[in-house]
Nanobody
Framework: QVHLVESGGGLVQTGVSLRLSCAAF????????MGWFRQAPGKQREFVAT????????DYADSVKGRFTISRDNSNTAVFLLMNSLKPEDTAVYYC???????????????????WGQGTQVTVSI
């Protein structure tokens, strides 16, 4: 119902900034809670950031709080993740997801999301 495509990943050095984008095709996600997750090799999928459908509520994982910023542009059907001060520990495949449609809701749980993008690789070298 909602097809998500991430972009913006790449190979960067420690301390560099990177902005990930998530674009929707077909049905828009303007009324969906959105989230960013990441998965490193051999590890479980990890919550990164979430934003409510109207942008009023935002939550971040402790590991990225103060460095990453999630935002959304519902009119343009796009969600972004601005990553500052990148560290090698941030290396992972990053996924965007569309989840609950209840106003004001944010979610840190992968199982609560209904649609997922294919992921974009972020590699941070020393």
């Amino acid at each position: 119902q909602v097809h998500l495509v991430e972009s913006g990943g790449g190979l960067v050095q420690t301390g560099v900034s990177l902005r990930l984008s998530c674009a929707a095709f077909g049905r828009t996600f303007s009324t969906y809670t959105m989230g960013w997750f990441r998965q490193a090799p051999g590890k479980q999928r990890e919550f990164v950031a979430t934003i409510s459908w109207n942008g009023g509520r935002i939550d971040y994982a402790d590991s990225v709080k103060g460095r990453f910023t999630i935002s959304r542009d519902n009119s343009n059907t796009a969600v972004f993740l601005l990553m500052n001060s990148l560290k090698p520990e941030d290396t992972a495949v990053y996924y965007c997801a569309a989840g609950p449609r209840t106003p004001g809701v944010v979610s840190t749980t992968p199982d609560e999301y209904n649609y997922w993008g294919q992921g974009t690789q972020v590699t941070v070298s020393i």
